[in-house]
């Protein structure tokens, strides 16, 4: 059985590969997203995070996370009755002379919750819970994007490959697809405001 798992490409959830021997996240120390998205890092037991850019084969950078809550309906008294909770959380995947490596993307959670004004307590908890849920589904869906990358040879323009290169650049991924395997919403491109 475990032989017919292994042969098929299965793999447990929440345990992957990447491609880089070396990563850095250009990410505060502070930022929930980036503790959980070292955490998975860590235990991918493949990847070693590098403490500063210039030590990693990749460079990890977020761009400006966005949050929204957006009325959906309202009650025949005008109170809210459903909100919608939006994160849209672009990204880019960069080798140390700023070529991507992976496309620049972005990831568009979205989470419906209805609203009581005779529980705004609990509903209060229950959105706090559905963002933490967003930001954990966001660490997934950017450990799946980062492992789907494949590595070839790094070349520069007008330059021979040599064989045994250490250098690495990924092709990039089309995030659509990788997204279509969980059903999630592809993401689409961020709006100015």
Request: hydrophobic share 40%.
């Amino acid at each position: 059985m475990i032989t017919l798992l292994a042969a098929c490409g299965f793999q447990l959830r929440g345990s992957y590969s990447l491609p880089y021997e070396s990563i850095y996240l250009a990410m505060p120390e502070y930022s929930v997203v980036g503790a959980d998205l070292r955490r998975a890092i860590r235990s991918s037991a493949t990847t070693r995070l590098a403490l500063v850019a210039k030590d990693a084969q990749a460079t990890f950078q977020p761009g400006s996370e966005y949050r929204d809550r957006i009325i959906l309906s309202v009650s025949g008294t005008g109170r809210v009755s459903e909100l919608r909770l939006r994160y849209l959380y672009p990204y880019r995947v960069v080798d140390a002379k700023g070529r991507d490596l992976v496309a620049p993307g972005s990831i568009e959670l979205i989470r419906d919750l209805t609203y009581d004004d005779s529980n705004v307590l609990a509903k209060q908890q229950e959105e706090v819970l559905l963002w933490r849920d967003m930001e954990n589904d966001l660490v997934h869906q950017l450990m799946r994007r980062l492992a789907a990358g494949k590595p070839v040879p790094a070349v520069e323009p007008g330059t021979p490959a040599q064989p045994g290169d250490a250098a690495a650049l990924v092709k990039p991924v089309d995030a659509n697809a990788v997204d279509a395997v969980d059903g999630a919403t592809p993401a689409k491109p961020a709006l100015a405001r």
